[in-house]
């Protein structure tokens, strides 16, 4: 099985920069695309960011030019960079392992607000 954990949430001001973390354990040998979803208040959860093992990406159109999504396959770790933040990127984000692995982590809180 596969573990994810995320971290690197946190408040900041529209402009303003954050760094997200994945953390993967577990059968990660298993893992092909990692993605990074979103989930705002009283809104359906959406795609912000997916990168292959191979480290092709793509991009929500919301983020793209904003958002950078990485892979550390030494570290076994993806990164979401977040760059030009905005009020409406406020939300949890999750890390999400693609199937044939199927496992979402446990969300950590952005906050963007002035």
């Given at each position: ?11 900041v ?24 979803y979103?989930q ?25 030019g904003?958002?950078?999504?990485s ?20 939300a949890?984000?999750?890390?999400y ?18």
């Amino acid at each position: 099985q596969v573990q994810l954990v995320e971290s690197g949430g946190g408040l900041v001001q529209p402009g303003g920069s954050l760094s997200l973390s994945c953390a993967a354990s577990g059968t990660i040998f298993s893992i092909v695309i990692m993605s990074w979803y979103r989930q705002a208040p009283g809104k359906q959860r959406e795609l912000v960011a997916k990168i292959t093992r191979g480290g092709n990406t793509n991009y929500a159109d919301s983020v793209k030019g904003r958002f950078t999504i990485s892979r550390d396959k030494a570290e076994n770790t993806v990164y979401l960079q977040m760059n030009s933040l905005k009020p409406e990127d406020t939300a949890v984000y999750y890390c999400y392992a693609d199937p044939p692995v199927g496992v979402w982590g446990q969300g950590t809180q952005v906050t963007v607000s002035s």
